[in-house]
């Protein structure tokens, strides 16, 4: 079946600095992927929407500049939280829905997810 | 304003019993509707999806009933084993050309007791 990989699983890192999550689809190509951040105890929150070889879209409130999505290819996109602070420690999912033809109704698969952590 | 609701976050069952776990939504441009199972540390899995031309769809021990007049759904499982202890999440979209992101409920925790 469809396999979405994200990199890495846990990541702690200072405060001020950048972390770059990965997100590949490993058996399909993925023109467009999705970022969703979860809080303790809440739902999964859309961030934005990766495109392929376009700009992504980012939803109300996600600050674009601090959250740099970059969908290079068309099995690989890339999240880089910038100068982070704990109150960016989350989980972050990235998922992709493997292409059916058409109007496509195939779930969206997703990855292992990043635990944040910024001290 | 949440367009898919689980109003319960938790509910416990005996193994062997049924579980049934319920979703509302408000969006009536919603006609796809899937449930994830997710453990802990760990993205969801896909677990069962209904499309809006159907009320029922079953994979095993897994079952979702779909009440469009009600804007409600529900996922069945039995008979309920320890290992599906996990938070289930219940999520919609409109039927698309596949670029439309999933709206997720806050999730549902499932403990089976043995």
């Known amino acids: 079946g469809a396999v979405v990989s994200q990199h890495p699983s846990r990541v702690i890192c200072k405060s001020g600095t950048s972390v770059k999550i990965e997100c590949r689809s490993l058996?399909?190509?993925?023109?467009?992927m999705f970022w969703y951040r979860q809080f303790p105890k809440q739902s999964l929150m859309l961030m934005a929407t990766?495109?392929?070889?376009?700009?992504?879209?980012?939803e109300q409130g996600v600050e674009k500049d601090k959250f740099l999505i970059n969908h290079a290819s068309l099995t690989l996109s890339t999240l880089t939280v910038t100068s982070a602070h704990p109150e960016d420690s989350s989980f972050y999912i990235c998922?992709?829905?493997?292409?059916?033809?058409?109007?496509?109704?195939?779930?969206?698969?997703f990855g292992n997810g990043t635990r944040l952590t910024v001290t | 304003d949440q367009q898919v609701k689980q109003n319960s976050p938790s509910l416990s069952v005996q193994e062997g019993r049924i579980s049934i776990l319920n979703c509302d939504y408000t969006?009536?441009?919603?006609?796809?509707f899937l449930w994830y199972k997710k453990y802990p540390a760990e993205g969801p899995t896909f677990l069962i999806s209904?499309?809006?031309?159907?009320d029922k769809n079953e994979d095993g021990r897994f079952t979702v009933f779909l009440n469009k007049s009600a804007k409600h759904l529900s996922l069945h499982i039995v008979p309920s084993q320890p290992g599906d202890s996990a938070v289930y999440f219940c999520?919609?979209?409109?039927?698309?050309?596949?670029?439309?992101?999933?709206?997720f409920g806050k999730g549902t925790r499932l403990s089976v007791i043995a």
């Open positions: 998922s992709a829905r493997a292409p059916a033809g058409g109007l496509d109704n195939s779930p969206l698969h």
């Open positions: 058996d399909f190509q993925a023109t467009t």
């Open positions: 990766s495109n392929e070889g376009s700009k992504a879209t980012y």
């Open positions: 969006n009536s441009m919603f006609d796809y």
């Open positions: 209904i499309s809006s031309i159907k």
């Open positions: 999520a919609a979209r409109p039927s698309d050309s596949g670029n439309t992101p999933l709206v």
